[in-house]
């Protein structure tokens, strides 16, 4: 890979928030995981508090590289979930979940 | 410990010289300030016992606890209980994102008579307009001679007389959910936010890179440094390299050799300098070397950068065995580009597409920049990269755009004639420069035509739509 030392590679970051390294992406691929959002489920690459806008493009263009496709398709089916910011636990126990048409959660007894 | 008021915790602790902020959760591994500007994890500490704090956008107040955080965060011992205000907010329009894009239209929409509301997770306004010392170029119209920083001054004042808005700093949208609620948090809140329109202008992140010991405290975003000097006056070390000859990394080398640190050098990985003739003739005035050709094989250093080691490349960008040369720095700052923030947009359902020239994934939109999310709106740095000018017009565009919806008569014609004089100046005049060609070519992949968009909604229909 690029003339990269062996060894260096664990300590090359790729995902700051979960410390997945290079190793764990080079490793991974061995293992044969060919697909990017199954390479991201499998070390939690961006799902860290800053919810991959460290790491999302780094790690697709080195998993892009490796398996010789573009970037473009690597990404293509990269979804986005809530919350994506970190925030603390303590605000979604105050959510009105009748506000403008959410359906009501059945919380299953009384609240 | 002391700290100046108006400064974030993150700032205040980097000023008097404290280069760790935790220990990484697996590793164990020294982390310190990275972006700066609340996109990335690397300054969380514990603070006032909740850890995974972003000191960074947290101000510094009397009596605060701030504790550094190792490994993965634990609950705190005791149960910290605290009332949380609930509330929910009709507004015609939202608008999230303080910066250049955001301010430019909010000022717009809160004179049309429409009821807006502004976020920014930041305690102020502003953006990265806040850390740009430099002086703008073009019309007076879209503040040519003045600063970034004085922009910045001169829209929050304009807003401040406007009766129609409502500004919510230090509030960070999470997410929206379903009938088009946005969600968002600030110190003590909750918001539950129905807008019929949100422009989201969320900014860009910088682009990192890998190579080992790449996270070592020291190892910084070049606009990380740049709000650390320029916002807050900060010296960000003693001896920096720039890793990218852009025009990013030629302004911060000037910026940094006038703050008094020593630039040891810049490398460009690339045979040829990045940035403008004009930049770089500056730099090197002072002596200092840009390096093309070369790129950076690794950083070592103990609880922050010590040392850096370059090395040149190939053609095929391999590295030159016996190539290396070393150099006695604390700073090491990337400025090898931007990435658009569009997590919001992704989230929300806006039908994405990876462009290069554009730095990243960017959300589908027409010139009006309306997304496939009805009444749904992207502008600024998170439409695509360029500048503060261009964020400026596009967000004059978005506003427009919903003020010829929103209104009737002579007010919506009035509106009309104003976005396409903006549309008319950006893509025929502005981007018609050949420096602007990479990016105006970028937007042209990201913009469809309106047939084309209501095509793009019946194949792939958004979860959700204002209006």
């Known amino acids: 890979m690029g003339g990269e030392e062996v060894g260096m590679e664990k300590a090359t970051i790729i995902c700051r928030c979960n410390d997945v390294t290079l190793e764990d992406i080079n490793k991974a691929i061995e293992a044969g995981i060919d697909d990017f959002e199954l390479l991201r489920k499998y070390l939690k690459i961006g799902f860290g508090p800053c919810q991959g806008r460290g790491c999302l493009l780094i790690a697709a263009r080195i998993f892009a590289r490796r398996m010789s496709k573009s970037l473009g398709d690597v990404l293509a089916n990269y979804s986005v979930r809530p919350p994506i910011t970190p925030i603390p636990a303590k605000y979604f126990t105050t959510v009105n979940p009748s506000f403008q048409g959410g359906k009501k959660a059945n919380r299953g007894g009384e609240s | ?467």
């Open chain 2, 1 to 467: 410990m002391e700290a100046y008021e108006g400064e974030s915790i993150a700032i205040a602790l980097y000023a008097i010289g404290i280069d760790v902020f935790s220990w990484s959760p697996k590793l164990g591994r020294p982390r310190g300030p990275l972006c700066m500007i609340g996109k990335c994890s690397s300054c969380f500490m514990i603070v006032d016992g909740v850890p995974n704090t972003k000191t960074c956008r947290f101000p510094v107040r009397e009596g605060l606890r701030v504790e550094r955080q190792r490994g993965r965060s634990t609950p705190p011992p005791e149960p910290i209980i605290d009332e949380v205000e609930s509330l929910e907010i009709k507004t015609d329009v939202l608008i999230i994102g303080g910066g250049p894009a955001g301010l430019e239209a909010a000022s717009i929409l809160s004179k049309s008579g429409l009821s807006v509301v502004i976020v920014d997770e930041h305690f102020k306004l502003g953006g990265q307009l806040l850390k740009q010392t430099h002086k703008f170029f073009g019309s007076v119209d879209l503040f040519g001679g003045m600063r970034g920083f004085q922009i910045a001054e001169a829209y929050v004042k304009n807003l401040l007389s406007q009766p129609n808005i409502r500004v919510l700093t230090e509030t960070v949208v999470y997410g929206v959910f379903r009938g088009g609620v946005v969600s968002a948090v600030s110190p003590g809140k909750h918001y539950l936010i129905k807008p019929r329109a949100v422009i989201a202008a969320t900014g860009a992140q910088e682009r990192l890179l890998e190579f080992p010991n790449n996270d070592l405290p020291g190892v910084m975003g070049a606009g990380g440094a740049q709000t650390i000097m320029n916002e807050y006056g900060v010296k960000p070390g003693e001896r920096a390299l720039v890793v990218g000859s852009g025009n990013v990394g030629l302004i911060i080398a000037y910026q940094l050799l006038q703050a008094g640190v020593r630039v040891e050098a810049i490398v460009e990985i690339l045979i040829e300098i990045g940035g403008w003739f004009v930049h770089a003739a500056k730099i090197r005035r002072y002596g200092v070397p840009i390096l093309t050709g070369h790129t950076i094989k690794y950083v070592v250093g103990d609880s922050r950068v010590e040392k850096a080691v370059v090395v040149a490349v190939d053609d095929k960008f391999n590295p030159i065995p016996g190539s290396e040369r070393e150099y006695n720095v604390d700073l090491v700052l990337l400025a090898i580009g931007l990435e658009p923030d569009t997590r919001l947009h992704a989230q929300v359902g806006a039908l994405m597409k990876y462009i290069p020239e554009l730095g990243g994934l960017v959300p589908l939109r027409t010139r009006e920049l309306e997304t496939t999310v009805r009444n749904l709106y992207v502008a600024g740095d998170s439409s695509g990269i360029e500048e503060a000018t261009t964020a400026i017009l596009e967000g004059r565009i978005a506003a427009y755009s919903i003020v010829s919806k929103y209104s009737d008569g002579e007010k919506a014609i009035a509106a009309e004639m104003e976005l396409d004089k903006a549309l008319k100046f950006l893509w025929d005049e502005y981007r018609s420069s050949p420096l602007l060609s990479r990016a105006r070519r970028g937007k042209e992949l990201a913009t469809v035509s309106k047939e084309e968009m209501e095509e793009l909604r019946r194949k792939y229909p958004p979860p959700v739509e204002f209006g």
